[in-house]
Every structure is written in structure tokens, then in C-alpha cells.
């Protein structure tokens, strides 16, 4: 059986991830995904109501227009986790393939409100729910299992299309993480398993984003007991905390909640990506928060909670918001300007429990909004945190568990690729045989 | 009465500490240091024969020609812990002045051996032993104190002086430590009384060696928790193991010691300074190591014990060495060299428990250091460390607590400096008034 | 006669400088300027009609309240060169004192725009003119004198207040640059006289800026060859160039046109501030440029010009505009957006002659401004610029031909005044002795 | 006829280059260098008696192994210039070819020393001198043309193999230099004549250096009027100045040599490279010096040198001296040491006219090399250089004169080829069909 990898989008740049793979006839599609910077450097661009082919241009989404060059048909979009470089272009593109959505719950839900808010297609692609450690056909001869890994939000898992000519590991997004807080632990024992088991690996797809860092990427437990470190010394404080994380991030979102309580807060979630991904988080059942945790996504309510905070007293609270990287219209940013009721005072502490996304804009906004902070007398801690993608002693490990033929690496542009490249050629792999450095747009034929 | 503080050493790098406060008639020192990058920028350097003066021209130790301008018999000699900074200049300056040295047990201990290591001068002061939370009297109107701190060496104290004009607080070197993983939490609860009681804090003496980074520094237990989540990651691989790490941080050390048992692996203690801090530590009951534990400094001893690792299988071992820096002659280095019986081999793992101190000579060796290792297939995990010293948050804490009338950044140079200078003007002190910027070998009159 | 100097403004920042010398019952004020940074942090600030509390509040204007402490009648407002950190807050404070401005003619000429611009205050100083190397006298017994300094805006001077105490020297801001292109050399000749003359120097005011830089900062000649060499390097491109630079540096402008010549193109200088202070340049007789050179302010004339351009062949011509740093409202973003008559095409050439100023906001705004340039094909030549502030071993000259008997370093903050701390420390100087380290509000009590 | 290119050496590295083209049944290699870090990384390593087997384990020189897969026999080795990274394995690799060495008269010279120098093989293979603007035949259809180009060495050339496919172009080491101060500049029209000639360029390999850097590398003439700028400003400074610089940058050394007479100094030539290097250039007749211009690279004639220098007056005289990466054992470190007759004193003048490779382990040096210098009194003068290699600018002019068909980047590392993938791939180039991104021992078929 032929086998042929379509590196769509995601090759030259973390965002807009997407790959096909095709296994003779049968083609399954891996993530959807919006590269959000692509759209914020323009002013006033409002995507909803766009179309494909203008977002293609801007290079917002994925270029699919490779997708006619492969002769097959497409069996199932496979969106690995909620993130939107994974699932924000399904909205654009996922109505023109006539295949299923497969998804995790927790990602599921998450593409259900990608559709709903969608303003241009209407995308009415059947929504199936796959857990980890499940498998469902692919055509006649190919299965589809989805291994349990651990990312900066749950639901996660690895897509492996099993093929008469070996297993493609589709390996976006992940780090080995053995206490995830939140969820299972990555399945380690099962990848080990497709590595020996019938033809082992022909092929694996592998997440670059760390790949110049060394090391290991520490397990969220790690983040976990920082942010203990932190909010328990400020223990005697009897002013105001404000802490900011990835909405998405519902393991760090629970730690915060729960050591909000230890030194006697109650924890509001405010902004629209908190009440969202929390929302969805705790209607599918993934996490369980107090019965009585606000969650406020609408200006009004919002300011409603904050003025509730202002006359309770602050020193009673800790908003969660967004704004973590700084984003002129987030929660935390207005907060800075005195744009929300809540007054930033002398003393005030605020927890970004977030990196700063190495990029010169998003680093100017983040900088801007710490000084706004600053200036109004907060005390600010940052980087409480730990990242969500592999680094150089994580794809070793990954590495020896598949004994994969060949390896692809990306979620990255080729600077990124460069300490993936050292790494596989010291295990082995030679560029351009079975080490394939590539870019978006490519087809690599595998088995002919 | 009159108070003047004698800024001697350690104002304008990191290294060589020494001040000297007198109160009065009565002078007590804090510290007698040495820069041991001073020495080693020199081939073939000896310090133990060396004359203090040749010592005092090339900047490795103080130059306490000052104190002859202080009117005043010196009462106690009090180093706060035991890094070669605070203590190593002890064996060379000590014996000029007729007084006891008084310091924490462990401190002591360490002081001992660099009076026995000295080769030039009889050093024959009294050795007084002093617990935290003691007191002595300093003449017949002034109280020194010795108060809980936490810091990357066990046995920390800051010597508090209590005169009639107030406490001069002498705050090297330290971190806000609740979890401290080996002895007690820093004594936050004692600083806070010492701001509020009689006439407060006069003066403090404060450490500013992580006072340009934003934040709180974890505790302990976070690096322990980093730990622990690396070295269990590694409980299935089969072959060499090596960890290091400051040899003086007794809780690392033994944190490595019990996750090495974790994973099935004897830990055994290579180098000499491993022996002799460990050694040290057991040996006045600060810690409680497993009986069996192997500790060797001989180069001989050194090597049967390798030997024995290479004959009973290197899986079964974790060597705990000297050589975090990529020092050249320490054992890491020389296992890199293929100088030791111990073979590292492809996939063999090293763990680095402790920051690159950012000095370039200092990166260099450490980066050929690595690249020695990597070049025998050595799998390097580094940074798996926090500072012994406060960033900004805890430098905010500790005013808050102490609120004291005047200020003195110490244990930098100007640079470093900065950071503090921005955070005590936030909190309403004036440079050249009560927030006092000084250099080495200046005296700052605070009570005439 | 006593002598005391108030640090008023731009010990913290580089920005709002305000330094004010008492000698007697005389005081002469060197400089009043705008942190322009302080301003532009909040949205749609408008400080024309801004009250000057609230503009010193907000940290953008000089906090002169600290003026009411000195005993003496002010006798000058001296801005050193037109930069706006230098006389951005005349507007605002030169009216609350009864004292001329003196300043060289292309200062002045910039002052007199900055008070036509002034929306709240009537400023009716008498505007004096004053060419380097003359002097007045500032009452009875002392002395005002200008010496010619190079930097980079044409007309800059160090002022010099002769007392019968010595001389106090305001050395900011300037390079020492023998072949400047435009103008006289610095003369470092009268510095050594006035270093040996009478009673010498009794103070210095430096300019650190980059203080914290190895070597000397090279001449504008070397700039000059330099971008003698990229533009002449474009010599057979038959697309468009567009230049950028500091609109106020004069000597540059006057470079870039001649080089437009020498490759064949006609330049126009684009944008408000390129017409305002070539403009003014010209006007005054500082320069001269070819008859025909377009300067265009007003957006309408600008989009006309534009549009020429396009008619007749970017080929034919450079456009010489706004937006080094990526302002969003310059020139040279808005072309990147495209909002512009001017097409930037695949190839075409843009030149930044300057360098990126080192604060995260800026660099995310100059980054985005390239981003936009680029993904419309340009290419992009930076950084073709040397600064027009000392570095160290300028600062060594300064100190080798002036033997101040005082330093006050200025013109940064604390961080900044780290690398001329030690110089002057390595040059005989003691902290809190004769070189003092200050901020913003103080008095300094040089002469009692 | 098939064309086959060998990426022997250099493609995952800077240094031991080695290329090989394959023409039908006639090979040209280019290239045959030495990585020395790799060498120095060991201590005591003495290549010369090493076997070539040894130093290609060691990865010092490049493993040609893959050679044997090449069916055809060596016609001509062909070094580009005289660098180490391009003609430092001569000596034991090129006496396995049946081939002539042909090079231009410069680099022709430093290989005879080389092969001189090698003690372990005799390479008697022919020397056939070649200069830019000449061919040579290489078998029956194909002709071997040099193109002059400039780089920071005298004598460069860029090979190109003339086949009827079309041409190889070999596109090490050069900078696009309009203005080289010594010798002719680079021929550009003579590139653009072979990109449309015939069939044109069927494959270009890129010297990737600094693909990362934005711009265009400044000519040598910026350099020249950048030292003169520096040198100038010494004029009146009347102790001693020492000036260091790369030994083979002849052009730089004939700058220092011109400025020091500008200036009223004697320079003479330090150091066994030094003198290796200069008396090659003045023996062929590339350079002409003063006549009494002292070179001398033996200790004991260098000490006596130096002890005239100061019997006579250090301010007489510009020692020119190795050492520019502060190498442990070169002049410029040992005058740092104090281990010469010559004394670095206060306010003596050290002129660092070259960059500082970026390698921890040579910056360490480098720093600490300073250090002493600085210990002394030692003002340094750093940077005052520009990179003989092309950046983003000159790489897209090359692409644009040439227009070949297929790219392969080389002379770096992954992440050294990141930003001439970009580039090419913005000039249409495509990853894996046309742009070959590979690595050490790989061939690339072109024509079949």
C-alpha cells in the first residue's frame, strides 16, 4: 500500500497546523488550525465573516489547496486538542471535505463552539467523540487509536493511523508528563508497544516547538508546587491578587482555584476564554470545580462580579483572568488602564502564571502591560509556569519508545527544526533518507 | 551613641564580604570572605601560602586596611554561613584581631577546616558556637542575635546587632524559604518583631544578588519537586546516571540521595568537597545520612569506588560529583576527559543540579565541560536548581518587615545594585539620604 | 560662594532632562525635557492642552517643585540641542520663570516651534541666541559659556557655568566626533583649557547613555561610508528605495540626499517632522540642500508627492521619511500598510539609518513595521547608524582633559550609571566623596 | 552527462569544508579545511604526526570516506583561499588524490606551508597556480573558471565548474565588496554573465555564515574608515597602543600598518602568524609594506622586538600582535599576563580589530584575555571589524546575478542554514526539490 504525508500547514511556523496522510485510498486529515498572529498584525481584521481563500493568503489558515494532489478520500479530521492552532480553521475548511470530525470529548466541545461561531461556512461535518485508548476503522484495512499524552490543556492525545505498512504516529502536541495534575498520565507503555508491535512505526510527526531547548520539560506537578510556593507566601497579604493563565489551561486554572482557597480566597473566573474553557471543561465532566465558582465571560457581568469584589473587599478574592500575554483588550490589560472597576493598589500582587511567547510584539504588549501594572504600585510575579511541548530529553525518549523509519519533524520553522535535526542524526536518522526536513505545501511518499 | 557601618568587602562584586558595624566602643565584623575568581584568572595561584596583602592586591580578599580608621575594640568575628565568600578569607585576615569567632554549628565546623586548611598564618581565635534564636552581649549596651535564615547552605543565620539606637540587621545571604526540604523555615515571624520592637531597625545590610530579577525565588521544595520529576523520568533506563551539584547544599544532596533509592540506584558522593561538606553535615547531626553512604575525596579512594560502579554495573549507581561549573579539575570534567574509570557512554544521563554562575570564563568551562560529555553520548539535563538569593519580592517582604530607617545594598556591584536602588525608592527611600549606594573600603556614619 | 546643583529631571530615565546650578544667589537651568515614553503608554493622551501637574505626575515632565528649595533667582533657561527630551517641556515650565532662553540658533529655532505648539501656556521668555564658543554673563561674578559639542542634531553645545568656585561643566549630550559632516568638530581643545584654567572644573554633569558600551562610539563619517556603501551597493536596482532616519539628524538627511544623487535618484523628504526640522535647518543657513528638494508635511501634500512618484518611476527616486522605530502613525508603517500611494513591491529596498531603540514596546512596534514592510516583498537594510552618545572611552577623554573635582553621572538610571560608576571609580573617584550617584529631586551641596 | 555534488564536510559546521562535484566521469573537489575547535577542545592534541583517521573521529578534518561512492576520478583540488576551515586538512587528505592542488597565487602560498608543515604524510600532489578571471579544462567537456570575490583574505575566488548541464557554482567565502582596500572587487558582472549564459547556473552552493543576519555586510573600506576613526583619536595619546587583528586579514593589517604612520607610530608585526601570513602576501607581491616594517614571529626576536619598543618609548611605536580571540598562548594574552618585555600601563590603548567568533569556550577566553588587560590599566578599543561573509542582502543579490536551478546552503550548521531557507524560499525555492538542505557524507544527484 502506498503510504504519502501532505505537510499542509504548520511547517514554517508555530500555527496553523495540518497534515494528511494518505494510506492507499484513504486519507485522515490532522488538525485545522488558525495562526493568530497572521490576523492581529492587520488592524481590524474580523475573521468570522471571511473567506477561505482570503485567510489562505494572509497565511491565517492552512494553504489545503495541496489536498487535490492527493487521490484519495478523505476519512476523518482528526483535531489532536482544543487549542486554536489546532482547530481554528475547521470553521474554513472542514466543509469541504466530506468526512467526520474525530475528536476527543474535551476537544469536541470545543470545535462544537469553533462552528457555532463560525459567520461564513456552515459546517455541518458529523462530530464523533473518541476517547483515548480507543480505535475506529479507516477504510478496510487502516484503524485510527488515539494514545493518551499530556499538553498545557486536557483531552489531548496522540492520532496513530495503523497501516498494513506500519503505524504514522502523529505526535503534535505533547510533553511526557507522568503527574499531570489533571487527567492521565501520557501512555508511555502504549507507544512503546507500536514501536515493537507488527511492522512498528513507519512514520512519526514530531512537535519541534522546545526542540532547541535542553533538558526535560518538567511535569505540570512541578508548575503546580511553584504556584503553591507562590500563593501560600502571600499568605498574609491583606490586599488585592489578581493571577492570569491560559484560559485553556484547566490543570493550572484548578490549581489556582484550589490554592486560592488554602489562603482564603474565593476565586472568580473572569473574561470570555475563562467562563469558555472552563465552561466546557466542567460540562463534559473533566474537572470539578466548587459548586459556588463564578465564571464571567460578558463585560456587564463582569463589572458586576468586580464591583462585587470592590465592596466585599479585595483582600476576600482572586480574580483569574485573561491577559497573560498582554493583549491590549484582555481582562488583565484593562485592569492596568483602570478601565474595570477593580483598583490595582500599592502592594497589589498579580501572578502571571504563563511564559511570554517569545515574539518582539507580543513581548512590547506583555512589557506594556506590566508597566501599567507597575505604575498603579502592583508587585508582579511572573512565569509561574511550565510549557506544554517537549524539549531535547523528551523527543529522545520518544524516539527510543517508537524506533520510528522515518521522522518529520514540525510545529516549527527550520530554526526550530535545528535542534530536532542534531538530535535525530545522533540517533541515527540522515536528512533527506529517512530525517525529513520540510515546509509547508510538500507531499513525502513514503511506500510506493 | 554612635553607630558606623564599615563597608569593606563584597560592594562592588560578588565575593570577598566583609563589614563592620560599630556601635559605640564595640566593632563586631560580619564576614571575612574570599573572591575566588580573583585567584584562579592567575595560573598557578597557591592561596594558602600567600601573604594577606598580595591577597588584598589582587582583590580576593578584603582589603581591611579600613578598619584602623574605626575607634573601637572588634567584640566578635561572625560569618553568616559557610561559602568561601562569607568564610575564606577567615585563615588569612582572622588573627588580627583579638576576638572570638562566633557562628552556627555547621558554619563553625566549616570554619574549622579553613583554619586548619591555612598554611601561612596561626589562627587562634576563640570559636564560639551559636544557635539561631540565641543571643550574646557585645559590650555593655548591645546585643547581637542570631536569626533563622534560609539559603542554599544549611546552618544560615543574619546576626542582628541590637544597640540603643536600634537593630542593624546584616540580611546576607538568603531566600524566603517556608519549605526549606532540611532545617527550619526562614524566621519571618522574628524579623517582623525586630521592625516593631524598641526602636526598630536602624539600619539593614541587604543582599542583592538576584535583586535585578522580577519575582519570588521558589523554595526549595520546588527544586526538590523539579528533581524528583527528573530523576523518576529516568527510572527505566538501564545504563549511567551522574549527578552534581554545589557540594555545600546539603538539602540537593540529599534530595538526590533519596531519589536515587527511589529508583533503585545507590548514590555514592565523588570529590573532594562532596566529602567535606557532607561529611561535615553528618557529623554535627544536621542531617542524617543513609549508614552506607559511600563519601570519597581521595583521588585514590575516588577511583576504587569507580571501579567498583564499572564492575557491579553502572545501572545501579548514581555518583553524586563535584564539577557543576565545568571546572577543569573537578570530577565531572575529568569524567568527561576519559580520566576516570567511570565510562560514560550514548544515552548516559547527567544531571546538572545548579544554575551556570553568568560569568563568561565561567559559561566557557562549563559549555567544553558539556560539549566533552555530549561528545561520549551523554544526555545533559540542566537548570534543575533555584537560587539560594531573593529576587525583587522577597527584598519587598523583608522591608515590609523590617521596616528599617536606613538601607545598604550589599554583596554586588553597581549594576547589580539597580534593581534594588528602583525597588527600596518605590517604597519611599531616598538615594543619598537613608538608601545608602556605596563602594568597598567607605565608612557610613548613621548615628553621630 | 556656594555652590549647589539640583537634579531635577532625567537621573531615572532618559527622558525629561532638568538640571539646575545655584552659584550664589544665581541659578542657570539646563534643559527642560518630555519623556515622550510616559506619554505615549496611554491611549490618545494629548498633551498640548495638558496642565503641567498632570504632566509631571504622570512622569513626562519634569517634577521642578524641587526649584522652590534653592535660594536665588533664576538668570537662564539653557536647552542644550533640540531633542525633545532636551526641550519638550519648555512649553510646559519655562513660563513659570522670569529668565531668557539662550540657545544656539537651530535650538532656538526648535524652541521657538515648541512654544508656537504650546496649547495651554503663554510663553513669552525672551529667546536669546547664543553661538558656541561665546559667552554672557550671569551676574556679577559668574559666567555662561557654550562649547561646541557633536552629536547627533547640528547645533548641540555643552554649556559651561564659570564660578569663582571653578567651572560646572552640563555635559549632556554628545559624542566626540572630529569629522561630524555637518558642523565643527567637537572641541575637545577648549575642554582641556578649562580643565587647566584657574580653578579648574569644580563639576561635571556626563551623559551616560552609553556608559555601559566598551570603545568609542565612531564619528558620523563612519556612518557616512557606511551608507555610502549600502546605497551605492543598489546602484542598478530598478525598483523602489525608501530611507528612514531621525528626522532632526540633520547630517544624516544631508547624506542620504547626496547619495540619492550619486545613484541617480531624486529625493523628497516625507513626513511632518522630516519638512519641521530640515525645514528649519535650512532656513537658519546650518545647511544647504540641493534647490529642488521636496520636503512634505501635510498628509495631502504628502499623498501628492506620493503619487508623482508613481507616475514617474519609483526608480527615479528616494523617499526620505518618518517611522525608524515603527511609530504606528509614521510614514514608513503606514506605507507597510499599505495606506499610501507608494506600492512597496517584491525587492524593493528599505533603508533604516538608524538604530532600534532598546525598550520592549518600541522593538515590537519597529518589529511589526518591518513585518509589514517585508510581507510585501521589501528588503530590509538596519541598523546603518552610530549613536551620537559617548561610551566609555569617551567618557575616559572627557574625564582625562576636564580633572572635574566632582562627577554627577546623568541622562540614565541606575542600571545605565553602573558602567561610569566603575570608570570613575578606576579613575580616582569615590562614591558619596566626589562622584555621586543621585536621582531625580535632589540637591547636591557642592561649595558651602 | 550526470551531475553529483558530495557534501563531504562543513554542512554541519563551520569549518573542515569539503565539497566534491562529479561531471560524467570527472570529479573537482573544493576545499579541504580543518575545524580547530575541534582539535583544541583536547588538550595537548598536536596534529601534525596525527593519522587522518584519528583526526576524522575526532571531527577535525572532513571524512572523504564517502569518496569511494563517487564513481570518477579527481581532476583537480581546488581551495578557494587560504583560510584554515578550507585548506587545513591538505595535509592529510589531499596525497590520496591523483590530482593537481590548483589555487590562486595567495592561497597557493599558504598551501605549500601547510603541506611543509605536515609531518606525518608527504603530499607531493602537483601546485598549479590560477588566477581569477582564468580556466583550466577539466577533462574533455568541462572547464574550471575562477570568479574573483572578495572576503576577509586576500586571493579568494569562487570556483565555477562549467559543464554542458550548465555550471556549478562553489560560493565560498566571500562578502559582495565594491570598495576591498586590497585587491580587486568582487566581479559581479562576471556572475551575472554566467547566470545567463548557456544554460545557465545549474547549482549554487551558498556560504551561509551569516544567513541569519539581516542586511548587508558593510566593505572593507567601512572597517578602514571605521579604525582610522578610532586610531585617529589616539593621535595625542603619548603612551602605549597595541592593535590586534586576524594574521591573514592582510587588507586590515595594511590599514593599522598606514594609520600607525598617520599617527606617528612604528608598527611591526607580531607573532608567528602574523609574520606567516604578511611575508606570504609581500613574497607574491599582493601587498607592498613599508620597507623597514618589522615582522617577527619567533620568541626570541619577538621579545627582543618588544624590548626595543620599550628602550625606545612605547609611544613610538604600534605593536601589531595575534591574540584578537584572546587564544591562551597568543602574544596579545601573554602581554596580558605580563610574560612579555612589553608593559601594558594606565591608560594604554588595546584595539580589538576583529569580532569575537560566538562559541562560549572562545568568549570565555576572549574575556578573560581582556580581563588582564584590564587588570593593568588597559583601555580596549572591541569590534572594530566588519565580517568577511555575506549576509541576508548579498545572498538575494547572488540568487538574483545567478539564477540557478537548484541551491544547496552550506558553511553552517541547521541552524545556521534557517534564514537562507527562508530567503530562498522567498525567492521561489522549494525544500527538497530545488533547495537541498543537508548535511556531512551525503551526494545529491542533479542531472541523471
Given amino acids: 500500500m502506498d503510504i504519502e504525508i501532505a505537510t499542509i500547514g504548520g511547517?514554517?511556523?508555530?500555527?496553523?497546523?495540518?497534515?494528511?496522510?494518505?494510506?492507499?485510498?484513504?486519507?485522515?486529515?490532522?488538525?485545522?488550525?488558525?495562526?493568530?498572529?497572521?490576523?492581529?498584525?492587520?488592524?481590524?481584521?474580523?475573521?468570522?465573516?471571511m473567506h477561505s481563500l482570503d485567510l489562505i493568503d494572509m497565511g491565517a489558515i492552512p494553504d489545503d489547496r495541496v489536498m487535490s494532489d492527493l487521490e484519495g478520500d478523505v476519512k476523518a479530521i482528526v483535531p489532536t486538542h482544543g487549542h486554536l492552532d489546532h482547530i481554528g480553521a475547521i470553521g474554513k475548511l472542514a466543509h469541504r471535505y466530506d468526512a467526520p470530525i474525530v475528536a476527543s470529548p474535551y476537544t469536541l466541545e470545543l470545535v462544537r463552539e469553533e462552528i457555532n461561531d463560525e459567520g461564513k461556512f456552515a459546517v455541518d461535518n458529523d462530530l464523533v467523540e473518541m476517547d483515548a485508548g480507543e480505535t475506529m476503522a479507516i477504510g478496510d484495512r487502516c484503524e485510527l487509536e488515539f494514545v493518551n499524552v499530556t499538553h498545557s490543556v486536557i483531552g489531548a492525545i496522540n492520532p496513530v493511523l495503523h497501516t498494513p505498512e506500519g503505524a504514522v504516529v502523529y505526535g503534535l502536541d505533547k510533553r511526557v508528563d507522568h503527574t499531570p495534575v489533571v487527567g492521565d498520565p501520557i501512555d508511555m507503555q502504549r507507544f512503546r508497544e507500536i514501536g515493537r508491535e507488527g511492522d512498528g512505526v513507519l512514520c512519526y510527526i514530531e512537535d519541534c516547538t522546545n526542540a532547541n531547548r535542553k533538558g526535560r520539560t518538567p511535569s505540570e506537578a512541578v508548575a503546580r508546587r511553584q504556584l503553591k510556593d507562590v500563593m501560600h507566601s502571600m499568605e498574609d497579604w491583606d490586599g488585592g491578587i489578581v493571577a492570569t493563565t491560559f484560559a485553556s489551561h484547566i490543570a493550572r486554572v484548578k490549581s489556582l482555584v484550589e490554592f486560592a482557597d488554602d489562603i482564603g480566597r474565593e476565586p472568580i473566573l473572569l473574561g470570555r476564554s475563562m467562563e469558555k474553557y472552563s465552561g466546557a471543561a466542567e460540562r463534559i465532566g473533566a474537572v470539578t470545580f466548587p459548586d459556588n465558582l463564578g465564571m464571567f465571560g460578558h463585560r456587564k457581568s463582569v463589572d458586576r462580579s468586580l464591583e462585587r469584589v470592590m465592596n466585599e473587599g479585595k483582600e476576600n478574592f482572586l480574580p483569574i483572568v485573561t491577559g497573560h500575554q498582554g493583549e491590549p483588550r484582555a481582562m488583565l490589560t484593562r485592569m492596568g488602564r483602570g478601565e474595570t472597576p477593580y483598583d490595582i493598589e500599592d502592594g497589589d500582587k498579580v501572578i502571571f502564571s504563563a511564559g511570554v511567547i517569545p515574539e518582539p510584539t507580543n513581548e512590547g504588549q506583555r512589557y506594556q502591560s506590566e508597566q501599567l501594572l507597575r505604575m498603579q504600585g502592583a508587585r508582579i510575579y511572573d512565569d509561574v509556569h511550565v510549557s506544554g511541548h517537549l524539549r531535547q530529553e523528551g523527543h529522545y525518549q520518544m524516539l527510543d519508545a517508537l524506533q520510528p523509519q522515518h521522522v518529520i519533524p514540525a510545529h516549527q520553522d527550520m530554526e526550530g527544526f535545528s535542534g530536532y535535526v542534531s538530535l535525530a542524526k545522533s540517533r541515527g536518522y540522515t536528512l533527506g533518507r529517512d530525517l525529513h526536513v520540510t515546509s509547508n505545501g510538500n507531499t513525502i511518499q513514503l511506500v510506493e
Fill in 11 to 49: 511547517y514554517e511556523e508555530v500555527g496553523r497546523q495540518m497534515t494528511a496522510v494518505r494510506a492507499g485510498d484513504d486519507i485522515v486529515v490532522f488538525d485545522m488550525g488558525l495562526n493568530l498572529s497572521k490576523v492581529l498584525i492587520h488592524d481590524n481584521v474580523q475573521t468570522e465573516r
